[in-house]
T-cell receptor, first 110, second 116 residues
Framework: GENVEQHPSTLSVQEGDSAVIKCTYS??????FPWYKQELGKRPQLIID?????GEKKDQRIAVTLNKTAKHFSLHITETQPEDSAVYFCAGERFNKFYFGSGTKLNVKP | GAVVSQHPSRVICKSGTSVKIECRSL??????MFWYRQFPKQSLMLMATSNEGSKATYEQGVEKDKFLINHASLTLSTLTVTSAHPEDSSFYIC????????????FGQGTRLTVV
């Protein structure tokens, strides 16, 4: 299956600063890369996704970039707010199976 | 978006007993559903693929006799943890993509299993 690596494992930023989380994947045939936000004890919530035919996608304060050649993709959160604090997971998808990264615990300090 | 409902949300059982977890797609059909397990402070690990009308396929290292999966209809998959032990305590979560569409996966709310 797909092997997805994610870093950093923890990230602390000051409110208003930007946060960047990076992932790499192994399967060059993967073409869908979602990012999920998970709050403690709750289900993952999709926050943004990107398909392999585009290099960047933006939704308000959140953006994702994809480099298919290098097989890596990144999540960018600008103007962070305390409510952005959560665990974020990237994933690679093959045949609707999702292989998740190890997660990044983001802490936004007020 | 589509809704996936998982039941129960929490369950406590004694060692040696079996526990059944249900995953339902409420407003769409799902020929395939996926079961994940998440240990505290860890990532979601794919356990198995539940296929409507056929046998489930399991990821490497997952015991098929311990984690029984049945996909009885296009809207229901069940995961039964048999002869549960404390090390099976975890957060189990299902997901279902919409049939015949390459879209995001929709996750159930998860089941917190505690084996005592």
């Amino acid at each position: 299956g797909e092997n997805v690596e994610q870093h950093p494992s923890t990230l602390s930023v000051q409110e208003g600063d930007s946060a960047v989380i990076k992932c790499t994947y192994s399967d060059s045939a993967s073409n869908y890369f979602p990012w999920y936000k998970q709050e403690l004890g709750k289900r993952p919530q999709l926050i943004i996704d990107i398909r392999s035919n585009v290099g960047e996608k933006k939704d308000q304060r959140i953006a994702v970039t994809l480099n298919k050649t290098a097989k890596h993709f990144s999540l960018h959160i600008t103007e962070t707010q305390p409510e952005d604090s959560a665990v974020y997971f990237c994933a690679g998808e093959r045949f609707n199976k999702f292989y998740f990264g190890s997660g990044t615990k983001l802490n936004v300090k007020p | 978006g589509a809704v996936v409902s998982q039941h129960p949300s929490r369950v406590i059982c004694k060692s040696g007993t079996s526990v059944k977890i249900e995953c339902r797609s409420l407003d769409f059909q799902a020929t395939t559903m996926f079961w994940y397990r998440q240990f505290p402070k860890q990532s979601l690990m794919l356990m198995a693929t539940s296929n409507e009308g056929s046998k489930a396929t399991y990821e490497q290292g997952v015991e098929k006799d311990k984690f029984l999966i049945n996909h009885a209809s296009l809207t229901l998959s069940t995961l039964t943890v048999t002869s549960a032990h404390p090390e099976d305590s975890s957060f189990y979560i299902c997901s279902a993509p919409q049939a015949y569409r390459n879209t995001e996966a929709f996750f159930g709310q998860g089941t917190r299993l505690t084996v005592v």
